[in-house]
């Protein structure tokens, strides 16, 4: 293979793999230390049933404020309405100010500052609560 | 339960906490809290939203002091819990009674409607899972770690900073509780020297 194949094959691998990362800024994360940093949204949330805060089973690709007889802020609703969806780019804007990325949220955590520790949180969530 | 260690000074703390439930709270905090008409008049002259916001952030940890409630109660009722430790939780439930009056008292004189109790049943807490005394323990401990978090994160966003501090007082006895479950689960009560 000469040296133009091997560079467009590196390209292509690169552009396949890293460009969620790249165009998103995200850099992967760790779901045994999102776990821990999970511990931080128990007081609100679970895996599998609602609480103060809606249940986390089945959020990647949910509609935003979506939950059947959840009572959810006008705030949230009318995000969803608008048509977000969570995934791992608008989990990771939302957790980093919630009431900035959501204005008149009820979520009122200041929220996950660190750019690391959102990616470890989100990819234990992902984790999780696809089992 | 023999094996699980409550602090002598724990059970003393309860008979301080039942004289009234009144808490240990700064003047201004206390003033604004209890109803001093003219700090409560003078948010209505901050923006409509900001006051809204803190409605909201207290009507969220109402709702969570609410839930610690009613699982407290649970745990109390289960059986599981034998003196020390069931005197433990009645304390401790008490302590979220009085942190949920103090949040639905503000949240009136701000304007807002506090958030309501749910039923016991509705919080569809995991019964089935608490088997010992030493179960119902530690889902007590994990609900105060997370009441810790939740308040950490909430204090930052209050727009009143009398109220942000009222939020820390709270904070710290949800802390207390959180290292007091632990030693008398045998594990160590302050296991980092930050919470998160």
């Known amino acids: 293979m000469d040296r133009d194949a091997i560079f467009a094959a590196i390209l292509a691998i690169v552009t396949c793999f890293g460009t969620p990362f790249a165009v998103f800024g995200l850099s992967p ?103 | 339960m023999s094996d699980i260690f409550v602090p002598s000074f724990v059970l003393a703390r309860r008979a301080f906490f039942s004289r009234g439930g009144k808490m240990a709270l700064s003047a201004t905090a ?67 009674k009085a942190h949920a009056d103090l949040l639905a008292g503000t949240v009136k004189k701000l304007g807002g409607s506090p958030a309501e109790a749910k039923k016991v049943s509705d919080y569809h807490f995991p019964t089935n899972q608490l088997k010992t005394g030493a179960d119902v323990l530690r889902f007590a401990a994990g609900l105060e770690k997370g009441a810790v978090s939740a308040y950490l994160g909430a204090i930052p966003l209050f727009d009143n900073r009398d109220l942000a501090k009222a939020a820390g007082s709270i904070l710290g006895d949800e802390a207390m509780h959180w290292a007091v479950l632990r030693q008398a689960l045998g594990e160590v009560p302050v296991p980092d020297a930050f919470v998160s």
């Not at chain 1, 929220?111 to 999780?128: F, N, P, T, W």
Request: charged share 20%.
């Open chain 2, 30 to 96: 206390v003033a604004l809290l209890a109803g001093n008409e003219a700090l409560a008049t003078s948010y209505n002259q901050t923006a409509a939203a900001s006051a809204t916001g803190d409605v909201d952030i207290l009507n969220t940890a109402l709702g969570a002091e609410q839930e610690a409630i009613a699982a407290y109660q649970v745990g109390a009722e289960s059986g599981l819990l034998k003196k020390p430790a069931l005197d433990l939780a009645i304390a401790f439930q008490g302590h979220h």
């Open chain 1, 29 to 131: 994360g760790d779901p045994a230390r999102g776990e821990k940093i999970y511990d931080r949204c128990i007081a609100c949330h679970a895996i599998d049933r609602d609480r103060t805060g809606p249940r986390h089973a089945g959020l990647f690709g949910r509609r935003a404020g979506s939950i059947p007889n959840f009572p959810y802020s006008a705030a949230m609703k009318g995000a969803g309405d608008k048509g977000l969806v969570w995934n791992d780019h608008t989990l990771d804007e939302f957790l980093e100010s919630p009431t900035k990325y959501i204005s008149g949220t009820r979520m009122g955590y200041a929220g996950v500052k660190d750019s690391q520790e959102r990616a470890d949180l989100i990819a234990y969530l992902k984790q999780v609560t696809q089992q």
